[in-house]
């Protein structure tokens, strides 16, 4: 039996939604027009006034809200409440630049706390369970929210932030930890340090919820199987609150949003055209009820697809599929997309540093794929064979996840150049 | 005999044992053998030198990837048909061995020689 936490939104049938969309997104139109400066003055260049936005169907004459316009506006970027009507903030990490500064009210909260609760009960928490949230606490969005979903739920909330597997460890057997909610990599350390330990008897582990990093589906086999749980995604971005965005169902084919709190458009990257359900573009989402931080039109630069073929669970929500990588990171290698987070993340779970290189090139018209990877202490070994094997390993791997054939080349540790905010990642040799 | 024997992980590119060799000399420790075993992108360099703790410090200190590990030393009668006698004997045995190669370290009669094995032990008792 599916259990849901709000069940009558969750299985609304689709016109229905609908109709709830446009109702919250003609109040949330008003409110940034009258309230948020910064969007006013994006709408007025681009010669929009709110009486040309009269339903949903005019969402697309309004103009795109990206991560250059709120670093633009830092600190108070797109803020439409006063300060005093504000409870709390949360940034994003700023590897690649400023950050970015997301305010809430306790509504804004309130919301988001009930979207984290969607996912935990989706996962099959109740609140008998549990939840042994890891992720970190701060201004980094995943402890506070699932922390929040949880209490939201009801559940014994056990807030340990991430690191020290020790403890995490003890708390997980001593108080019995039903969920756990982390990041994929650090579900896959749990998991190992488990075996190293013999304690996966002591468990009373049953599902776990993980995200804001890239995962594959042969990690959720691994992790699935390391704790013997079932494992669920769960997606968000500062920019439109946190975790819980969209979450994943027992159907585990891909992750529900948040209809009546998020709008979602699959946009052509290049051109901003909105693409058709079903094809692969980049995600757009503005916020429907938010308070002090509305977002209209915010581009994720998340490469993926949305449908809204029924689901076994019941729910109604459009679901989108595992976000690729971002857009601006995608390469094109023989006719195949090729995200550098999907390397990473085979190299993370192959056991080796996320410090790779790649390198694209064209020999005789066709395009090759070299992958530069440093030697760990915790993968030498003095055996050429065994060094050998490990290689083929991840030239598997590599070819299950991109689909193309990658060279792999162990090279010197800290040979890969480590510049101050992101690595150089990528050198496309190609002249084309 | 057993000892430890350091291994270097290599990049296959020019200067690359220079430089091992340079770390462990700016150190004063001295090497008592050196074998190599390659790909076409890197290898394993072994060594065996006088001071282990040392060498590991300033090879980790470098940034080196190293691991060590037991090998056994032979002493083989530095005369035609000597290796020859003592390989029959590890055959003979059934003993694997991984890799060998030879060191620095012999004398006139004697010559010195590296041994990984599957059955160090066994080794070290038909020895």
Known sequence: MENYYSKEIETMPVEQIRELQNEKFLKQMQHVWNDCPDYRAKMEKAGISIDDIKSLDDIGKLPFITKDDLREHYPYAMLAKPLSECVRIHSTSGTTGKRVIAYYTQHDIDLWDECCARALVAAGATKEDVVQVSYGFGLFTGGAGLNGGSHKLGSLTLPMSSGNTDRQLQFMIDLGATVICCTPSYAAYLAESIKERGVRDQLKLKAGIFGAEAWSEEMRRDIEAGLGIKAFDIYGLTEISGPGVSYECSEQTGMHINEDHFYAEIIDPDTGEVLPEGSEGELVFTSLDKEAFPVIRYRTKDICVLTRKACSCGRTFIKMVKPRGRSDDMLIIKGVNVFPSQIEAVLLEQGYQANYQLIVDRVNNSDTLDVNVEMTPEKFTDNLGEIADMEKKLVGALKAMLGIFAKVHLVAPKSITRSEGKAVRVIDKRKI | ?127
Not at chain 2, 76 to 86: A, I, R, W
């Open chain 2, 1 to 127: 005999m057993t000892v430890k024997q350091i291994s270097v992980f290599l990049e296959n590119r020019y200067g690359q044992l220079h430089e091992i060799t340079n770390i462990l000399a700016e150190a004063g420790v001295d090497l008592k053998a050196l074998n190599i075993a390659e790909t076409t992108d890197y290898g394993i360099v072994r060594i065996l030198v006088d001071d282990v703790p040392k060498a590991t410090d300033v090879l980790i200190g470098a940034g080196c990837v190293i691991s060590v590990n037991p090998v056994q030393v032979i002493a083989v009668p530095n005369k035609s048909g000597g290796l020859n006698e003592v390989l029959g004997k590890i055959a003979e045995a059934n003993i694997d061995i991984e890799y060998m190669y030879s060191t620095v370290d012999g004398k006139d009669d004697v010559a010195k020689l590296v041994f990984k094995v599957d059955k160090p032990e066994e080794l070290e008792k038909i020895l």
